[in-house]
């Protein structure tokens, strides 16, 4: 069995780790975070002094961080892994960068002898926890099939999306671009709602039985209702920051938004004006404009 890594041990990377503990993999990681080292320590795996020392115990290793500027510090840094890893190792991008920075990480570790695996994942909190992320793995077959037990101790779907870094990240951005929409249209209509007196639990009893149904819009309306906008495991920097990512692309490629670019807005506002909250509190945004509120 191989030995993994996971560098980044924050609500995602702490679901990856403790699924790839729990499948008996020998698991070392690295977060700066002392209480995210400590609750690693806990949960059966190896702290590491710093992203080299992961390097040195692990065959695959597992990057998940928040933004492609973390990723080259931790691959390229001072005490980073391609000082460490061996030839024939495996980098597994899951977090989500953009597209060129993926390629840009590939291109950089030519004749190194460590392959990359370009795959973001979608499931957020819940997912990670519960090792049923959906992964948009892009990299080589055989290398995908080389690590294939380790994704799966992670993943309920993995999802071969292309042979080469960066394709990943790319339909990964297509997707957030839908998320994002339906998670903007979902805050809107929860306050249309509340300004016309409907109660939070028939909005709720009603959408998720309907063909608008579906775990992003049920998810969030729950947490509107019982209005939890803050510690749900789906902080707010993270959609703004995959939304950005979605309309680079999208104006790199010519195409308009015009849904995604709205939802970017509002996301945006949320974001300023209560930046410490989750994705769900761009709702209160809208609630303090017309002055009512959805309660369960």
């Known amino acids: 069995m191989k030995r993994v890594g996971v560098i980044g041990l924050g609500d995602m990377g702490s679901g990856l780790a403790k699924n790839l503990v729990q499948a008996g993999f020998a698991t070392s990681g690295f977060d700066l975070s002392e209480q995210r080292m400590r609750a690693f320590a806990e949960m059966g ?10 390097g040195e115990n692990a065959d695959v290793v597992f990057v998940m961080v928040m933004n492609g500027a973390q990723v080259t510090e931790v691959v390229f840094g001072e005490q980073g892994l391609v000082s460490t890893l061996a030839p024939g190792s495996v980098l597994i ?9 993926a390629r840009e990480l590939a291109h950089k570790l030519e004749n190194t002898g460590i392959a990359l695996i370009d795959s973001p994942v979608s499931g957020g909190f819940p997912g990670a926890q519960s090792g049923t992320l959906t992964m948009m793995a892009a990299g080589a077959a055989e290398v995908l099939d080389d690590c294939r037990a380790a994704m799966e101790a992670v993943s309920k779907t993995i999802h071969r999306v292309g042979d080469s870094p960066g394709m990943g990240q790319t339909v990964k951005a297509c997707l957030q671009s839908l998320i994002g929409s339906i998670f903007s249209a979902t805050f809107e209509a929860s306050v249309l709602a509340a300004k016309a007196g409907v109660e939070g639990q028939v909005l709720f009893d009603v959408f ?4 608008a149904g579906c775990g992003i819009t049920n998810t969030a309306l729950e947490h509107i209702v019982d209005r939890r906008f803050a510690d749900t495991g789906s902080h707010i920097a993270t959609m703004y920051k995959d939304l950005t990512i979605a309309l680079d692309m999208a104006r790199e490629l010519g195409v308009p938004l015009f849904t995604a ?8 506002a949320g974001k300023t004006r209560h930046p410490e909250g989750d994705n769900w509190v761009v709702t209160r945004v809208l609630e303090e404009i017309v002055g009512s509120r959805l309660n369960r």
């Open 45 to 54: 795996g190896q702290p590491a002094e710093h992203c080299a020392q992961v």
């Open 261 to 268: 670019s709205t939802a970017m807005q509002l996301f945006q």
């Open 93 to 101: 991008l899951t977090a989500t960068i953009k597209p060129a920075e």
């Open 208 to 211: 998720s039985t309907s063909g």
